[in-house]
């Protein structure tokens, strides 16, 4: 099947930094990525929809000044956490559409676990 | 109430045990429905879709009955390697809208 990186795939920072992740299709294009995030025990939640040359489409109570994301490219898709705070620890994955097969299956990147001491 | 809801388990059950998951889903206009694998501290992976007619996919069936809006899924036979969190999946709008999963423990 497709393959989805991230980086990094882990990550500790401190409080009040910035913490980008990438989100790549290795091979093919995807012209809609998916940011998603998990808290520990519960499930995936969607935080933004990011099409490839326009903006990202943020869902509710999602802050679009605290996640900023970036899809320049067919291939590529960055989440920035901006100003970090412990809360914001989770994992975080991001998925891509592969509209090459039978159906638009999402492809899921292997996540980021972000710790925010 | 919950877009999506699953049984809470977590299941135990020995190998070649055959286990139920049970999974309901509030919107009407959901399209399409899969059912993924998540393995601890991993991605999850798509373990089968599902279809109106049931499907079934080697030791997996599925279910759907969307008068009542409801999914199953069966194994038959576990296998140690099936412990894992199970997520029932509908796809609406454009969007995959997780359930919160049930855990399988598959002991020897």
């Known amino acids: 099947g497709a393959v989805v990186s991230q980086h990094p795939s882990w990550v500790i920072c401190k409080s009040g930094t910035s913490v980008k992740i990438e989100c790549r299709s290795l091979?093919?294009?995807?012209?809609?990525m998916f940011w998603y995030r998990q808290f520990p025990k519960q499930s995936l939640m969607l935080m933004a929809t990011?099409?490839?040359?326009?903006?990202?489409?943020?869902e509710q109570g999602v802050e679009k000044d605290k996640f900023l994301i970036n899809h320049a490219s067919l291939t590529l898709s960055t989440l920035t956490v901006t100003s970090a705070h412990p809360e914001d620890s989770s994992f975080y994955i991001c998925s891509a559409i592969s509209t090459s097969g039978p159906y638009n299956e999402q492809f899921f990147g292997p996540g980021t676990r972000l710790t925010v001491l | 109430r919950k877009e999506v809801e699953q049984d809470p388990g977590p299941f135990n059950v020995p190998e070649g045990a055959t286990v139920a998951f049970n999974c309901t889903y509030s919107?009407?206009?959901?399209?399409?429905f899969f059912w993924y694998r998540q393995d601890c501290r991993k991605e999850p992976k798509l373990l089968m879709s599902v279809y109106s007619s049931g499907n079934e996919d080697g030791r997996f069936t599925a279910q759907l009955n969307r008068a009542s809006q409801y999914i199953s899924l069966l194994i038959r036979d576990s296998k140690l390697s099936d412990s894992a969190t199970y997520l029932c999946?509908?796809?609406?709008?454009?969007?995959?809208?997780f359930g919160q999963g049930t855990e399988l423990s598959v002991k020897p």
């Open positions: 990011s099409n490839e040359g326009s903006k990202a489409t943020y």
């Open positions: 999946v509908p796809y609406q709008g454009g969007k995959l809208i």
């Open positions: 919107n009407s206009a959901s399209q399409s």
């Open positions: 091979d093919f294009q995807a012209t809609t």
